[in-house]
């Protein structure tokens, strides 16, 4: 049995081929490649992207890095299994409340008590996108923002694709603070204590996030009314979104270095929306478009949940640019009170599971428990055992379990009887199945690249550019993130990398171990299994490619704005933004 455990035991070796890190890079990059040629060129479905994608991994790994083949299959299976708890499972029943909420016919009632802050779709984008999606991406996060938030705008009236792109990219700038601050804590737990550096903390970290991020929010709410309206949006909404972006980063700075790290992007979404509706009080756009328009030709029949919305959504804008004006329905107070709760209900849950005493308590058995994968035995290149092969069931702190609560909550109050939203249960499942099979496939290749020191290689080969590293260490948690859909997971892999080539390099640890959580944040956009959760949550499973080609430029062109940021930081032009202690 001993000789098995020593035949089975692997190791990390960081330059497999030829000793040499640039040659293996070549190899670890293979992966990574046919997942964005699959999903960006080739338009292949994301499941199927995903599943050739691990099988190019699994083969990697095997027979490059000479992983145990069944060491990788159950490092494999290890991440599919994260894939679909806890990932998967906030998103199904996220998009479950959701469904309650179609049932009931309530998110028409929603929808309308949004087109009478605005009926202007371009201020909705800012307003429900960007500032209630920062709000879910505080509570919640991994991917729960772009679940709940896509299908709000698409019952807007918004399209299939655009209502996507406009979730995904507006799921940025909050990102290194979701979960109250998950990614940040992860930060700082991973790198305490490297490079002899006391700042490597989290209340530190945070403060040098918070003044990177912000510059990001200023520019985002732009973003989002060019890509709803183009420059005619931008001409004619920049107030709203300017506004909308300056005390959301505001927000984000004061609370970040002032206030509590764990809190900021609550207190800068809540800002945010209040200074958008304040505005409206006193300036609107010049003219409302109507933008909802036809569905366009390539755009594929409507799903079972694109029907529901149009069926419970009969009621046209407000009004539009030729001038017509149509007739909107006023809800009862007590109706409008009912659409809002089940978001009401999301805060309040999970609020109280996140104090500090209650969090404490759901962390430790018999709500949280931590083993060890069965089977799986790899070492990293330190020769110390992966922290990766334990696996934390949380069953019951888990966002997803919060969310079911949320939704037996919301079945109550809205009404529902249990065999309907049982049913509605299930139809979830079945919407969802394309995407699951996805998120689940990509987070098995995340584990196998992870695991198998694939990603080690890669962030080893970026490492050797020396002192140019620092306007490479945003791009290096970009990776990280478009692999895992988390910058919790980026920072966790790339994080203690980023100080030790800090160190090496003479650049500031604290800057470069920040940069990796904010460029990370850019990655959201184009991770494959955020674009199944987009497309799967407004029926269009399958076309994730589609979305992907409309977001990723955007992806691009944010992450050089924050390599430039960071690169300038680490210069006497901007080197007063970094904490000195």
Not at 229 to 257: C, E, H, I, K, M
Not at 450 to 465: D, E, K, P, V, Y
Not at 485 to 490: A, E, I, M, Q, V
Not at 512 to 531: E, H, I, R, T
């Amino acid at each position: 049995m001993a000789d098995l455990v020593l035949v089975e035991q692997f190791q990390i070796v960081t330059d497999p081929v030829a000793d040499s890190v640039a040659v293996s890079a070549i190899f670890a990059v293979l992966p990574l490649l046919t997942l964005f040629l699959l999903l960006g060129v080739f338009r292949v479905r994301a499941w199927l992207a995903g599943v050739i994608s691990l099988v190019v991994a699994l083969i990697v790994a095997i027979t490059v890095y000479s992983m145990p083949v069944g060491q990788a299959l159950l490092s494999a299976s290890e991440g599919a299994a994260f894939g679909f708890f806890p990932i998967l499972w906030i998103v199904i029943n996220a998009i479950w409340v959701y469904n309650l909420t179609v049932v009931s016919g309530h998110f028409d009632v929603l929808r309308r008590s949004m087109e009478r802050v605005s009926p202007d779709m371009r201020i909705q984008a800012i307003i429900v996108a960007f500032c209630f999606g920062a709000l879910l991406e505080a509570l919640a996060g991994f991917g729960t923002p772009v679940a709940v938030t896509v299908v709000m705008l698409m019952a807007l009236g918004f399209p299939p694709i655009r209502a996507a792109c406009v979730a995904l990219i507006a799921n940025t700038a909050p990102v290194a603070f979701g979960a109250l601050a998950t990614p940040i804590v992860t930060l700082g737990t991973v790198t305490s204590g490297a490079a002899g550096d006391p700042r490597l903390n989290t209340d530190t970290l945070g403060a040098m996030v918070g003044r990177q991020t912000p510059v990001l929010a200023i520019v985002v709410p732009l973003v989002l009314v060019a890509v709803v309206d183009g420059r005619r949006g931008v001409r004619q909404t920049w107030p709203a979104a300017v506004v909308a972006g300056l005390v959301f980063a505001v927000g984000q700075f004061v609370a970040s270095n002032y206030i509590s790290v764990p809190l900021t992007d609550i207190v800068a979404s809540l800002a945010a929306a209040a200074a958008v509706v304040l505005l409206l009080r006193f300036w609107q756009p010049s003219e409302t478009p109507e933008l909802a328009g036809p569905r366009s030709p390539d755009t594929p029949p409507m799903s079972t949940a694109e029907a529901r919305l149009t069926s419970s959504s009969p009621t046209p804008p407000a009004s539009s640019s030729s001038g017509d004006v149509a007739v909107v329905r006023r809800d009862a107070p007590a109706e409008v009170v009912r659409a809002y709760a089940p978001y009401l209900i999301i805060i309040v849950i999970f609020a109280i599971a996140n104090l500090g005493p209650v969090k404490e308590a759901l962390a430790a058995e018999p709500w949280t428990v931590v083993f060890k994968w069965p089977g799986l035995d790899v070492l990293g290149a330190n020769g110390k055992p992966l922290a990766s092969t334990n696996f934390t069931f949380g069953w019951l702190p888990a966002a997803g379990t919060l969310m079911i609560i949320a939704g037996v909550l919301t079945a109550v109050v809205l009404r529902i009887r249990p065999g309907a939203a049982l049913r509605a249960y299930g139809r979830t499942y079945v919407e969802l199945r394309q995407p699951i099979v996805t998120v689940m496939a990509v987070l098995a290749l995340a584990y196998v690249l992870n695991q198998s020191g694939q990603t080690n290689t890669l962030g080893a080969f970026l490492a050797t550019a020396g002192s140019v590293f620092v306007f490479l260490s945003s791009i290096l948690g970009w990776i990280g993130v478009a692999v895992t859909g988390s910058d919790t997971s980026s920072n966790a892999l790339f994080g203690a990398l980023q100080v030790q080539t800090a160190a090496k390099a003479g650049l500031d640890p604290v800057l470069l171990a920040a940069a990796n959580s904010s460029g990370g944040v850019l990655g959201k956009m184009v991770s494959p299994q955020n674009l199944a959760i987009a497309a799967g949550a407004v029926g269009m499973a399958g076309r994730e490619g589609d979305i992907f080609r409309k977001v990723v430029l955007w992806s691009a062109v944010l992450l050089l704005f924050m390599c430039v940021l960071v690169t300038l930081q680490a210069t006497p032009v901007l080197d007063w933004m970094v904490p000195a202690s």
